[in-house]
């Protein structure tokens, strides 16, 4: 139920951990992976995403903010507000026709922690009782109407098949208790 993101748009050296200072675009590979989780929190059992936060193997996680972000952001917003905005712009484009999720099942803070600041993006599962409640995400790199799940600490990219079993099995009324 906790999912931890270096960043939104600005791509980390996997080795050393440092920001990579010559990026020219925002990362479409990193956007997408916070676009999936949420996703999957949200076609699941809901959950927590942090930005700004390292989780890289063999370290303890540790905020190393969300500044590096606002670089992306539009002109007169890069700061905390424009990284906000531009987050919830780009999930209402993602979620489609799903756009009430934003306002229902979505909440996102940007919050100082060890004097950075890091955004907390608390999710709620998506209704059930309804295969039509079930969430789709427009990606970037992986296409138009994607389906992801979480199973334990990692999203999975659904297929067709496995998505509509799940789809089934999940948000149908007739196994909702």
Request: glycine content about 10%.
């Given at each position: 139920h906790l999912e931890l993101k270096s960043s939104l748009w600005s791509k980390y050296n996997n080795s050393t951990g440092n920001l990579i200072e010559n990026q020219e675009n925002k990362s479409d590979e990193l956007q997408d992976a916070v676009l999936k989780t949420i996703a999957a929190f949200l076609n699941t059992d809901g959950g927590v995403l942090l930005i700004g936060v390292s989780d890289r193997k063999g370290n303890k996680p540790s905020a190393i903010g969300i500044k590096p972000d606002y670089r992306y952001c539009k002109k007169g917003y890069k700061n905390r507000e424009g990284f906000r905005h531009g987050l919830i712009d780009l999930l209402k484009v993602a979620l489609m026709k799903q756009e009430h999720l934003l306002q229902t099942k979505i909440d996102i803070n940007i919050l100082d922690y060890q004097n950075e600041e890091i955004c907390r993006i608390d999710v709620k599962p998506?209704?059930?009782?309804?295969?039509?409640?079930?969430?789709?995400?427009?990606?970037?790199?992986?296409?138009?109407?994607?389906?992801?799940?979480?199973?334990?600490?990692?999203?999975?990219h659904n297929s067709a098949q496995t998505a509509m079993k799940y789809i089934f099995s999940h948000f149908n009324k007739e196994n909702v208790e």
């Open positions: 998506a209704d059930r009782g309804n295969i039509n409640n079930a969430v789709y995400v427009k990606t970037k790199t992986l296409g138009d109407e994607e389906f992801f799940t979480r199973i334990g600490d990692t999203t999975s």
